[in-house]
């Protein structure tokens, strides 16, 4: 790669989570411009807007300077050829990751060549972390201040305790 190297960090983001920002942040330090993209995952229902989900983001992520949060609606391969992204970065926990990133991975090669997916192990304190374990804490009114970050615990907490989902 040449020039200024971006790489894109996709995901559902429904909403970040401290292992999110934990990979973020590693990926800042890879690349000139990070750009986090919340995108449509067709099998899951959202609990929160991509709106509020781009929000969450720049609340937690505001101390990191080269991000730039983003939410689309297409396809992911055609999204990183508009801004001249070639790279990916995901974030993978356990084996049990692996087989759906590796075909989502496969799968956007085949539609974006010049796309490289890069895989970046999980910090082993967010291995368990997921954003659906975080929703079902909180919709039963449970802490989830140690699965995300400071800055967003009120509006997550508000918003799924409340059952506004
Ligand atoms: O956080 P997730 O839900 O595992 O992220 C999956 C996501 C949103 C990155 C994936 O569903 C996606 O890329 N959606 C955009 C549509 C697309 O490009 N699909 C083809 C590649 S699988």
């Known amino acids: 790669m040449t020039g200024n190297k971006i790489a894109i960090c996709p995901g559902s983001f429904d909403p970040v989570t401290k ?4 990979i973020i942040q590693r990926a800042s330090k890879l690349f000139d411009k990070i750009i986090v ?3 449509v995952n067709p099998n899951k229902k959202p609990s929160f807007n991509e709106h509020e989900r781009v929000d969450l983001l720049k609340k937690a992520t505001f101390h990191i300077p080269n991000l730039e949060i983003d939410f689309y609606h297409g396809l ?4 990183a050829r508009d801004k001249g992204a070639k790279a990916l970065v995901k974030g993978l926990r356990a084996m049990s990751d692996f087989e759906y990133e590796f075909q989502q991975s496969l799968t956007n090669k085949i539609l974006n060549p010049e ?3 890069l895989f970046v192990n999980t910090s082993s304190e967010f291995m368990y972390l997921s954003s659906s374990m975080v929703k079902q ?4 009114g449970g802490d989830i201040s140690h699965f995300v970050v400071a800055s967003t615990l009120e509006d997550i907490q508000n918003r799924l305790c409340k059952g506004e989902e």
Do not use: F, I, N
């Not at 292992?19 to 934990?22: N, Q, S």
């Not at 992911?76 to 999204?79: F, N, S, W």
């Not at 804490?137 to 039963?140: F, K, M, P, Y």
């Open 76 to 79: 992911l391969a055609d999204y």
């Open 115 to 117: 796309l490289e997916t």
């Open 37 to 39: 993209l919340v995108l």
């Open 137 to 140: 804490v909180a919709s039963l």
């Open 19 to 22: 292992g999110h920002v934990d």
